[in-house]
């Protein structure tokens, strides 16, 4: 050992949570960490002879890097000058925040604050909601390319980021440098990346969290220091913040938790000298920056949105009534007022917006199957109201028909007959299956005179949420099932198949077996001929319930999973996770038909194809070095080979958590939802890159770079290496560029060049 190398060894030396001295080792988060004493120490003979361009290159690296990630995501960023694919929901977010009106969005509020904290920089007052894909922005006053270009500083810190996170794991210049430039140049984080989209938010927060914590791994040696406690609560912040921009933000946590207990499992042994009391203290502190930080901070987010979102706005609907009175200007505030027996009312369904009526038309007497119904008087629905859609209440219990002494207010748990206004029947459900749905059971209108259907025309008025059955049935702030006494079956409708002709392709009603169920909830729209006094406005603002935070926040949650979940509904661009790594296909963001120019979202082929070599690589040399350990044959470097243990695999659980979990989910699925892993993806072909190219990974560290390496590769093959990959990365990007900026015109030819799969479903091709 040399002198300069028995320095480096003292002065890497660390200390473990016991107290016992430990040696650093490089690879394990971490290159070898150095003072600046030790680094001219050792070098001081040797600076001399170092050219200032070797010596300066991570400066210069990180300085090209952004300059480069700038120019590709600020490049013509006005161009075009419409509302482009996704900018037609997250812009709309933005204008609601401006004008504080509420929406409904499945996803956290941090992004699209963000993103309305940008417009209300410059100014922007939010008059624009971005209505449909490609409304012009000039005409309306729109200031999108502030917003843009907002957005495009989350999109153009990408690069740094992986830069500084390879840095800190140990890599070399040149693998840092090669890593940011594959996402500097990657086609569908340039497209993403330089409009009004919230996934370049969330991507920035991701990596944010995965190099705080890299940076709070490497102070394990000084634990409870200053330092460590800094990049504990940091790493945890960017944690929370990525989980506040969007649901795919939640697979991050798995990453970092895995992470924390390795840690946690290193410290507890016993061999480093860790009494319980101390690992106590580490479990705590974790639990303070890792669970508390993030989800206090998520909390906050929320608490901001519902303190903004204060007036009425399109997301009333999707929430209870007493959620909804307690925004401002709400119309159920308004118009609400308690239903009495003998009242006309409309129902509405809930969760589709049709009208409960009937009609002197008869279901046939065979349906398409053959099977024959009841021949009985049509109740469907109906997207509009109308005279048909009106049902007087009656008493189960009435004596006459004059309704004298009925005007008590209906309550919770209430029996009652619903009669049809216009033809006089009473609504009937009865052992007969539905049209369209053999399994549940038909509803039809029974002859008020027809005392053998009596039983089944007995409906009980559930309103959920009833605190008692004292809960009165009011007008639109009342959701309400109702369920038949004789067979328990509750009224319900569904969007899909429509009726034949036959039944005016309305919506089929009919009775569901599962009356809990969240779809068959109806309120009552409309009372006709019933208008709310000023007086009964007033008692009803005066009876409105306050709400807490955290009551809304838990309503707010379950609807959003519950959303999130049912957006099943196909798409033509949405595609299998399987396809992604392939890069099978991609999604059309913009089209100009006029101009023939198209913005489509696809990666980089070259990279992503490379990329996926590279996982493969790893697949295969993990368990062929596991099997050379055992047989006690050392082919590498130990240093490397903890290196591809340990920060390597890293990359790799990064790519996998964020990648996998797909394969479970049930909604609909895009390419964009494979772009975390692609970033990783990137990582790992730029470690591999420097595994197999780089023996000596001390000498190359960067964090010891000035003045220790004497070259900024290794070796001519290693600079052919990295001069292939880059090149033909960049000249991929430059070649699909059209079609990520949507800059010009290509002619169908080129289009057709373009093409490097079938499945590539590009617009104007021949």
């Known amino acids: 050992m040399s002198v300069g190398e028995g320095q480096l060894k003292a002065r890497t030396s660390g200390r473990t949570a016991g107290g016992k001295p430990v040696s650093s080792k490089a690879g394990d988060f971490e290159s070898i960490a150095t003072t600046p004493e030790s680094v001219d120490a050792d070098t001081s003979s040797t600076k001399a002879t170092v050219p200032w361009w070797v010596r300066d290159a991570s400066s210069y690296a990180f300085t090209c890097l952004t300059v480069l990630s700038f120019v590709t995501r600020y490049w013509r960023i006005w161009d075009p000058a419409q509302v482009v694919f996704d900018e037609v929901h997250f812009g709309k977010f933005a204008s609601y925040y401006l004008r504080r009106q509420y929406y409904f969005d499945v996803h956290p509020p941090l992004a699209k604050m963000l993103i309305a904290a940008g417009g209300w920089l410059v100014g922007y007052d939010g008059g624009f909601l971005f209505d449909k894909i490609g409304l012009d922005y000039m005409s309306h006053g729109v200031p999108y390319i502030m917003l843009r270009g907002w957005v495009a500083l989350f999109g153009a810190a990408l690069p740094l980021l992986v830069y500084m996170i390879m840095a800190e794991s140990g890599y070399s210049v040149a693998a840092a440098l090669l890593a940011g430039l594959l996402v500097t140049f990657d086609n569908a984080l340039v497209a993403h990346g330089r409009l009004i989209m919230l996934d370049n938010i969330m991507l920035f927060f991701i990596l944010a969290t995965v190099y705080a914590y890299v940076r709070f791994f490497k102070q394990r040696h000084r634990a409870f220091s200053a330092q460590w406690w800094a990049w504990l609560i940091g790493s945890g912040a960017m944690l929370g913040c990525t989980v506040s921009c969007k649901l795919v933000g939640l697979l991050t946590i798995p990453l970092i938790g895995s992470a924390v207990i390795y840690d946690l499992w290193r410290i507890i042994d016993i061999r480093r000298g860790t ?17 508390a930080v993030p989800f206090a901070l998520y909390l906050g987010f929320f608490y901001i949105h519902f303190a903004v979102l204060t007036h009425t706005g399109p997301g009333d609907g999707y929430h209870t009534a007493q959620f909804q009175m307690q925004l401002i200007d709400s119309p159920m505030a308004k118009s609400s007022f308690n239903v009495h027996y003998g009242d006309e009312i409309a129902f509405r369904h809930r969760d589709t917006g049709v009208y ?59 029996v009652v007959q619903l009669e049809h206004v216009v033809t006089g029947g009473l609504l009937r459900t009865h052992d007969v299956a539905s049209p369209l ?25 559930r309103i959920d949420g009833a605190i008692g059955n004292t809960t009165q049935l009011k007008t639109s702030a009342s959701f309400v099932r109702v369920v038949s006494e004789q067979h328990g079956v509750a009224m319900w409708t569904h969007l899909k198949p429509l009726l034949p002709e036959w039944g005016g392709r309305h919506q089929e009603i009919n009775g569901n077996k599962k009356p809990e169920e969240k779809s068959a909830v109806w309120t009552v729209a409309k009372i006709r001929g019933r208008v709310a006094t ?31 979940s049912a957006l099943t509904a196909t798409h033509p661009f949405q595609s299998s996770p399987i396809s992604w790594p392939l890069l099978t296909r991609g999604i059309s963001f913009w089209t100009d038909n006029a101009q023939r120019r198209q913005i489509y979202l696809l990666g980089n082929p070259a990279g ?38 340990r920060s390597t695999a890293f990359i790799v659980a990064a790519w996998a958590l964020h990648y996998l979990p797909f394969f479970l989910m049930g909604r609909s699925l895009f390419l964009h939802h494979y772009l ?13 890159f420097h595994f197999f190219n780089f023996d000596d990974y001390r000498r190359f560290s960067l964090r010891n770079w000035n003045g220790r390496a004497r070259a900024l590769l290794p070796s001519p093959i290693a600079a052919l290496v990295f001069a292939v990959i880059a090149v033909v990365h960049i000249a991929t990007f430059v070649f699909f560029a059209p079609l990520t900026y949507g800059s010009r015109s290509l002619p169908p030819d080129e289009i057709n060049s373009r093409r490097w799969l079938s499945s590539y479903d590009l617009h104007f091709q021949k």
């Open 275 to 291: 009494t319980m009391a101390q690992f106590a203290q580490h479990f705590a502190a974790r639990v303070v920056g890792f669970i």
């Open 437 to 461: 749905m053999p399994t549940n059971m038909e509803f039809t209108v029974a002859a008020a005179n027809d005392t053998a259907a009596t039983p089944d025309t007995m409906w009980q008025i």
């Open 676 to 688: 975390p892993s692609s970033i990783f993806a990137y990582m790992l072909l730029a470690a591999m």
């Open 356 to 414: 409960l009526e009937s009609s002197t038309a008869r279901y046939p007497l065979r349906y398409e199957d053959k099977r024959v119904s009841s021949q009985g008087q049509q109740v469907t629905g109906a997207k509009k109201s109308s005279d048909a859609a009106y049902w007087r209440i009656i008493p189960a219990s009435r004596q006459d028909d004059t309704f004298e002494g009925f005007m008590a207010r209906l309550r919770h748990t209430d």
């Open 608 to 645: 992503w194809w490379m990329a996926d070599v590279a996982l493969l690589l790893y697949a295969m040399l993990v368990p062929l070095l596991e099997f050379f350990r055992r047989r006690a044959v050392r082919v590498i470097d130990p240093v490397a080979e903890r290196h591809l243990q």
């Open 534 to 564: 000023p007086a009964e406005q007033e008692e009803m603002r005066r009876r409105v319930t306050p709400m807490s935070f955290l009551a809304k926040y838990a309503e707010l949650q379950g609807l959003m999973l519950h959303h999130n």
